[in-house]
């Protein structure tokens, strides 16, 4: 079902396609035009059309899309439906907010421990998740299949420790470090760098004020 | 300096641009080619010139880019020189780590409270700020000058909050609930979806696995 070469603009959608899709299949909505979902989230019909085109025959004309069986496709698209074994590294606030939200692990994404540095946390639990010292974080992710680490390090620590982790078999980073990683091909880097969200934010602001 | 008509896609990139020229500062790097700049970020030089350009006569033949004026102008540009207000609404982990986030602040942005619907924790301080009641917000916007609020809230009750406090004159949202903001023309939304962003880099897990 999966075509290559979907572009990086319609892969970005996805997720919130997703998030609409979910929604309507809790209110119990079994069908969906373009149109009507063009109009829920906020996008021109054709451009839906276009994005799901994409996936090939979803939407049937005259019927529209089926709701679940379209949730579902994504999902497994998205990788969703499979389990991620997660690790978080850096147990400070953020560290900490990744690990309490619970709304991942019912998209599969669990964490499996926490690691820091600082001796005085080492030991605590949070939400039941034990945060483990460095030493410990290679057999970890060895006998835990750990598949994902997110950074929530000073940017001094997160490239160093990103490369240990590469060595030690993580695939995908989950980077709120403000830097950018240089890993080696294969290895997955999505980045959240919340200053850098804020400066846009406040970007906009400043081009509005300026009208 | 500042054009109007610059593409959503160049204003993405300054505040890497504005990352990558305070490092230079403060490694004491005057001034420094596209070529330069290229390999330290890793994009092609010309892309750098293009998007450089937007803002007028920033490099010089044989020159390159002065590191300080670009990185001033990038900043202005950004609204980094001015202060901004924040407040955070929702004082859970996340809410937590924002307010902790002491680098924000040397950008200008304040944190100046924090507000929950919990009795158990309003009357809590993190990091000197005090959590109030969602009763306190209107006076507490209105005297503070308060121009931007993080929500850091259950998707349930981000967009009613989000409303009343437009009409309590916020015009920038930081949006970490997990839903899109319908709001007046003129207001600002900058989202941070977690767990979209959590099924990107689950995505291309995906993908390279399939490979």
């Known amino acids: 079902m999966v075509k290559n070469g ?7 959608r996805l997720p919130r396609y997703y998030r609409y899709l979910g929604e309507l299949m809790e209110a119990g909505t079994e069908r969906i035009s373009s149109n009507e979902l063009s109009k829920l ?7 839906i059309r276009q994005d799901l085109n994409n996936f090939g025959g979803f939407g049937q004309q005259g019927y529209g899309y089926n709701v679940e069986f379209l949730y579902n496709e994504i999902g497994r698209l998205l990788g969703v439906d499979r389990r991620h074994n997660i690790i978080v590294v850096g147990s400070g606030h953020l560290g900490q907010a990744i690990a309490n939200y619970a709304n991942f692990e019912r998209r599969g994404f669990i964490v499996k421990g926490m690691f820091d540095r600082n001796p005085d946390v080492i030991g605590k639990e949070i939400r039941g998740i034990k945060v483990m010292s460095m030493e410990e974080i290679e057999e970890f992710i060895r006998i835990n299949k750990i598949e994902i680490a997110a950074l929530t390090l000073p940017k001094q620590q997160a490239a160093e420790i990103a490369e240990r982790l590469v060595g030690f078999g993580i695939r995908g980073f989950w980077n709120f470090a403000h830097i950018d990683l240089e890993l ?13 969200s804020l400066m846009r934010l406040s970007y906009n602001l400043t081009t509005i004020n300026d009208k």
């Open 6 to 12: 979907i572009s990086t603009a319609v892969i970005k």
């Open 184 to 196: 080696p091909k294969g290895i997955v880097v999505e980045n959240v760098h919340l200053s850098e």
């Open 41 to 47: 989230m906020n996008v021109t019909a054709s451009q």
